[in-house]
């Protein structure tokens, strides 16, 4: 687990004033289910991770070498609702690394945690959801996608811009540096009523047939606070995410990865909303405080 020291050598040349929720949510907004996308080349995401490995190792100043050459920076941010720090991984400019999306980090923290948000707008309101979390619980990194998750389709079909289901994508390499860390995450989805009528939420370990204690755990938050959950790891539920590439990635690097389905009511200003974002706020407690042991 890294510890992101509070120095001035660890610190963005990069630094702006903004408002994080603003700037995250009119980045999203922006999003087209018909517009343009394609995915890092071959060498691009190789220095890609390697510039994310450098920030999550406390480098930033290299990590920022690394990745202008690609069209990304890092930019040290102070949210001015709040105050706190977040080094932001995004574009320097225009062009196709404007829809590779982007890598939010707690900067007066450890990273504990991450939550995963694989396709905004498409599944109406994670992303907020995503930023919640980062805003209410310290030693998170929030990691997003950049495109509509049916940009850039084919004729032939081919969802390039699917990244739950794509290892090409900005958005799975990030995933898979947290996770030779040891940063477990949470990937945030949504579905439609009419997708699973009988729950609120499905969670489960992805491509694992099992789930740690915490899974339980928030399980039992969500039902304590009236929402109808499907256990992924004790029956057979609709929407698992066997077939999420993040979670396979998960299992061969030893990382814990959940997978978790919402109803709409569960996600934005939704009725169920606010319970959803305090018993999750209550597996991130868990976590940083397992990993602050560590």
């Known amino acids: 687990m890294n510890t992101r020291e509070k120095t001035e050598e660890n610190v963005p040349t990069s630094r702006e004033l903004v408002d994080l929720r603003s700037r995250i949510l009119t980045y999203t907004k922006a999003f087209k289910r018909d517009g343009p996308y394609a995915p890092p080349g071959a060498d691009q995401r190789d220095r890609l991770a390697r510039g994310v490995g450098r920030l999550l190792d406390q480098d930033p100043r290299e990590a920022d070498e690394l990745l202008a050459p690609i069209g990304l920076?890092?930019?040290?941010?102070?949210?001015?609702?709040?105050?706190?720090?977040?080094?932001?991984?995004?574009?320097?400019?225009?062009?196709?690394?404007?829809?590779?999306?982007?890598?939010?980090?707690?900067?007066?923290?450890?990273?504990?945690?991450?939550?995963?948000?694989?396709?905004?707008?498409?599944?109406?309101?994670?992303?907020?959801?995503?930023?919640?979390?980062?805003?209410?619980?310290?030693?998170?990194?929030?990691?997003?996608?950049?495109a509509h998750r049916r940009a850039g389709d084919g004729d032939d079909g081919d969802r390039v811009a699917d990244v739950a289901h794509r290892e090409d994508s900005a958005f799975h390499l990030i995933v898979v540096e947290l996770q030779k860390r040891g940063v477990p995450g949470i990937q945030l989805h949504g579905f439609a009523e009419a997708s699973a009528k009988r729950y609120d939420a499905v969670l489960s370990g992805g491509a694992a047939q099992s789930a740690p204690g915490e899974a339980s755990a928030l399980a039992d938050r969500l039902e304590a606070d009236g929402l109808r959950v499907c256990r992924g790891w004790s029956a057979h539920c609709p929407l698992e995410g066997t077939s999420n590439v993040q979670g396979k990635a998960a299992q061969q690097h030893h990382a814990v990865f959940l997978?978790?389905?919402?109803?709409p009511d569960g996600r934005g200003e939704g009725p169920r909303s606010q319970e959803v974002v305090d018993a999750l706020s209550g597996l991130l407690t868990t976590w940083t405080e397992k990993g602050a042991g560590n």
């Open 73 to 146: 920076r890092v930019t040290r941010l102070t949210d001015t609702a709040t105050g706190r720090r977040y080094d932001e991984v995004a574009a320097s400019g225009e062009g196709a690394s404007t829809r590779w999306g982007r890598l939010y980090l707690n900067a007066d923290s450890p990273v504990r945690w991450s939550a995963q948000v694989p396709h905004p707008v498409s599944d109406r309101e994670t992303e907020s959801l995503g930023l919640r979390l980062l805003e209410d619980n310290p030693g998170g990194a929030l990691v997003l996608a950049g």
């Open 259 to 263: 997978h978790l389905e919402l109803a």
